[in-house]
């Protein structure tokens, strides 16, 4: 596109084509600049500042823009007309305004336009999220009743409106910074005053359930070391009701000191949790205990089906066997360690007989 005219006939009309097609497209993105609401607000003498200075450099550009789409208009209607000097025409130095030929006077305009574009881009999207982000800003430093936030939020929303090119997002970002730091500190003091009571009705809710779960963790650890040899039957939690008079030193407390009494419940709140490891840790070799050994009976029963399948449940050793893991897995209290053996004894006794019947 652009080249050299070429002196064949229909070569030539087909660059002449090309041409023309640019131009229009460089004629369209004028008119679509034009119609640019960012671009008439920006054209009003509202800017100032760099934004003024910038925007002054891009539209002069744009008016040269529309001045070299009316020579190459007229250069390209002269080509078409005189086919034949269609490549002096275009390739002549200055013969659509500038110093160099139609294609360097093209390139120039569409790079001027683009500018333009570029910088109504950032007019605009400082005018529309910076400064509604401001605005924002500033409402919420008015709700938060931060007078110095909102002012800062202010500044940056006049500043934005004559010279937004002026203000960068981190700028912005500073403010909503600033604001939402008071915002917190707004909210934090508005939710302290509730807080402490949800907190406490909370711990109280904790110290029962905890209570309940030691009285019941008593009777399942006894059961547990009934049925299971080697488990620890003792509970490690025995100060229950000491951490219900912590509890109700901590209430009063708060009566004259709420925030001496919210740090206290936090050190309750703790301790409490500790209880509640010690339990869940006493707790856990307990269970899985009573799993093994009810995992163990499932397998002996597995295992004396499959000899029964087979007919070996008639021989001695497998008899042997089946009668010693079935003596250790309901034994109580269960040796664990003794009835798994038992239980690798069976298997491997069917897995030779199963080998001699084959």
Known sequence: MRADVASSPGSTGAVLQAWQAEVAALGSRLVDLEADTTVT??????????????????????????EAYRRLGELVERAVAEPDRANALLTAPGGAGGTGDASATLREAEAAVTEAVAVAGRLAAAWGDLATRCQAAARSAADAGDAAAGRS??????????????????DVAAVEAEVGKAAGRRAASRAAAGRFDVDLAAARTTLAGLDADVQGAADELAHAASRIAGVDATVPVTDVDALGGWLDRIEALAATGRDQAAAALGDWVAAAAARRAELDAALAPARTGLRRREEGRGLWSALRAKAGAVHLDERPDVVAALDAAREQLWRAPCDLDAAEAALRRLSAALADRRRDRA
């Open 41 to 66: 607000v920006a054209r009003s003498g509202v800017l100032t500042g760099v934004s003024g200075a910038t925007w002054s450099a891009a539209d002069a550009g744009v008016a040269a823009a529309w």
């Open 153 to 170: 939020a202010d500044a940056l929303a006049e500043l934005l409106a004559s010279d937004p090119l002026a203000v960068t997002e981190p």
